[in-house]
């Protein structure tokens, strides 16, 4: 039987420290929407009948219900899934949830939304906007059956069109075979230089190592199956045994989903979106959103307002 639904879990728990605020709310829209919110409206039409947002404490019940409100009307389940700091990690490494300064990074954020999740599901950040063309390649996807207990997938961008002007970014460079991931290397410091050349400096060694502009880079655009569950908890439990900076160190979901690769547990398809991305790394970046999203609403991408 085909199956031409799934969910969207919403990564808006982070605390935005080099954005300084709560940027995955912030009213950037034409009608003060915030940038996930024409997330949603791209996924409306391809199968999405669930969205998942994984909140901090910080969230108010007056944001919550702006958020769920236009989705609920149009007939979509809402969850809100916090993730709190204790939440699944083993009771003999409890004593450093005080010591930490912020979350345990996105692979903890997903199994926060652990007992929600019953069907194939779209992992994406809140603060990017990756474009209806995105979402219709997810959406193909999970009605190809193609995403089941050993086949997940990434949907990518060109490293060239995800940098910021403001700024260094972090990426998950991919390399890909036969239309598989093969590896995928989470670089930080990625940034335009003035030679017009693209670089990443190692943090261990403050070397410069030069980046092909046309690269596969993961947004965090995953299409994945509730298996993955498990295996992201069997894989937290084995994280406060192998770092060493205990208190800043994060469990990162492209990681985790690289060591499955590794083991050859899952093969993840990868598919290339034509969509072009922005999104809001620095306060400076607020800006470009704003006027990307007024400028595709005057040529009737979006209705204004998008909820009407």
């Not at 690769?261 to 034509?274: A, F, H, R």
């Amino acid at each position: 039987m085909e199956n031409k639904n799934y969910s969207v879990v919403v990564l808006a728990g982070g605390l935005g420290s080099r954005y300084n605020g709560q940027k995955q709310v912030d009213t950037v829209g034409p009608n003060g929407e915030a940038l996930m919110e024409f997330a949603f409206y791209d996924a409306l039409e391809s199968g999405v009948n669930h969205v998942v947002f994984i909140i901090n404490d910080q969230i108010t019940e007056e944001t919550k219900e702006l958020l769920q409100k236009p989705l609920r009307e149009r007939g979509i389940k809402v969850d809100f899934c916090e993730q709190r700091m204790q939440d699944f990690v083993p009771e003999e490494f409890q004593d450093l949830v005080p010591k930490r300064l912020k979350p345990w990074g996105t692979g903890h954020a997903v199994l926060a939304a652990s007992e929600v999740l019953h069907q194939p599901f779209v992992v994406m950040n809140a603060d990017d906007y990756y474009g209806k063309h995105t979402f219709e390649i997810a959406h193909q996807l999970v009605k190809d059956n193609k995403i089941d207990e050993s086949h997940y997938a990434l949907i990518s961008f060109v490293l060239n069109n995800t940098l910021s002007d403001n700024g260094s970014v972090s990426r998950g460079v991919c390399k890909v075979e036969d239309g598989k991931l093969v590896k995928i290397d989470e670089l930080t410091k990625i940034e335009k230089k003035e030679d017009g050349k693209i670089y990443f400096t190692s943090e261990e060694t403050g070397e410069d190592f030069e980046l092909a502009p046309e690269s596969k880079v993961s947004m965090n655009f995953w299409v994945l199956h509730p298996s993955i569950i498990q295996k992201l908890q069997e894989d937290f439990d084995a994280f406060f045994k192998r770092i060493e900076n205990k208190e800043k160190q994060e469990f990162y979901l492209p990681k985790h989903i690289d060591r499955l690769i590794q083991k050859d547990d899952v093969t993840v398809w990868v598919e290339q979106s034509n969509a072009d991305w922005f999104g809001m790394t620095y306060p400076e970046d607020r800006e470009i959103v704003v006027n990307e999203l007024k400028e595709r609403a005057e040529k009737g991408e979006y209705p204004a307002p998008l909820w009407k």
